[in-house]
């Protein structure tokens, strides 16, 4: 029998994406040959070959320079200054500025034309190919998808949606309209269509009028066997937050909250523009000793980072839509590890920890509020076991990839 080959579409490293590369073993697993054609933010080899995936790098897209002037001003500069002022501003944070429109709208347009030079770069390169799914990840690859699903170089087109696209900025922003009626049009243009929980799945049929609602295949690691979450007999409470230090994810509430936890600590592990300033806030507020920070992580790495962990936090705000209708890859991994979990409140987030008992729920978002949620496992030792076993258990039975591979991929 010959082989099905695959085509898939990232705009970023592949090897550093982990949904989109167990997609690829998964892929491989089953017998496919699989293409990668992805972008290369760093010095890696522009043709390769890894584990049996073909992997095609082109130029990634350059930062928008006002983007980068605005990290570089949280890295450098105090909050307090003028100069950082004026480059929040620049960049989008001040919410009563004509200037805030206007920079946006400039974000917005240079994001929209790198992705369309790129997508017309991925285009090019595979035109003359027969593929039979083109696997196409978020909406900044969708356009190359869709046209070359119309060329005739695939058979099928899967759109596989990881974020909720129209729900990435502040509501009745012009980038979401935008990116609504951009997703709205190539979208139809697809045989499947994937997303990464319900809540969003329920989205996009209502919000693209689709005829069926789209498979959600959760964005899960693979079973994990290895030393699992500590004893909790032991002190003080070690508490993660593991992902992106960025904004509107609640870091800096999440660090002041230590000020009402003496009996814990609290672990930062990763990387991102917001790494520099949580590390300044940490300092300035004395809980140095008490807040750390490993910095970047290899995908490797990420379950022996946390089972020295008791609770794995996430605590979004509800600024933006996407963090609202967000289901994390952390909360998978949290619950692998066997750590119990405090959430703020979402609609996902709430419903699975809530249906699984893996952990709480805190309302609002205060540091008082996060600090009043953890209390209550260092004061209820039984609870936070209780949490730990719970969340292990359904992370074994629900929350592997394997296993949401396995049943709603619907290639298969």
Not at 32 to 49: F, I, L, M, Y
Not at 251 to 277: K, N, Q
Not at 289 to 304: I, K, N
Request: include cysteine; charge should be neutral.
């Amino acid at each position: 029998m010959t082989p099905k080959k695959v085509l898939v579409l990232l705009m970023y490293e592949v090897k550093e994406d982990p949904r989109v590369w167990k997609t690829c073993m998964s892929l491989r697993d089953r017998t496919a040959e699989v293409t990668v054609a992805c972008t290369n933010p760093g010095k890696r080899p522009e043709r390769e070959t890894c584990e049996g995936i073909s992997i095609v790098r082109f130029p990634h897209p350059q930062e928008f320079f006002l983007k980068r002037l605005y990290h570089c001003a949280h890295r450098f500069l105090p909050n307090d200054s003028k100069a950082f002022s004026l480059a929040a501003s620049l960049a989008g944070e001040r919410k009563d500025s004509f200037l805030k429109e206007c920079v946006l709208r400039w974000n917005h347009n240079h994001f929209m034309r790198s992705m369309k030079k790129t997508n017309r770069a991925f285009i090019q390169a595979f035109s003359g190919e027969k593929f039979d799914l083109i696997h196409a990840n978020d909406i900044d690859t969708l356009y190359a998808g869709s046209e070359l699903r119309r060329r005739g170089s695939a058979s099928a087109l899967l759109y596989d949606s990881h974020e909720y696209w129209a729900g990435m900025s502040r509501p009745g922003s012009h980038s979401n309209s935008s990116l609504q009626k951009f997703e709205g049009e190539l979208i139809r243009h697809a045989d499947y269509v994937v997303t990464v929980n319900p809540f969003i799945a329920e989205r996009l049929k209502e919000t693209h009028g689709l005829n069926i609602t789209p498979s959600v295949v959760m964005n899960c690691p693979p079973l994990y066997y290895g030393e699992l979450s500590r004893s909790v007999s032991d002190a003080p409470l070690r508490v993660i937050f593991q992902g992106k230090l960025q904004a509107y994810r609640g870091l800096e509430e999440l660090i002041l909250a230590f000020h009402h936890l003496p009996d814990a600590v609290l672990t930062l592990s990763g990387y991102g523009p917001f790494e520099d300033r949580l590390k300044i806030l940490a300092e300035q507020n004395g809980l140095a000793d008490r807040v750390f920070f490993t910095g970047r992580y290899s995908q490797e790495e990420t379950m022996g980072i946390l089972v020295s962990h008791d609770i794995g936090v996430i605590p979004y705000q509800d600024v933006v839509m996407n963090n609202v209708f967000s289901s994390p890859n952390k909360l998978f991994n949290y619950a692998m590890a066997g750590m119990a979990i405090v959430t703020s409140e979402m609609p996902f987030l709430t419903s699975t920890v809530r249906a699984h008992g893996m952990g709480e729920v805190f309302s609002g978002s205060s540091p008082e509020d996060i600090a009043r949620t953890l209390k209550s496992f260092i004061s209820n030792p039984t609870l936070l076991k209780m949490c730990k076993e719970n969340a292990r258990k359904a992370a074994v039975e629900f929350f592997s990839w394997e296993k949401q591979f396995e049943t709603n991929y619907p290639w298969f």
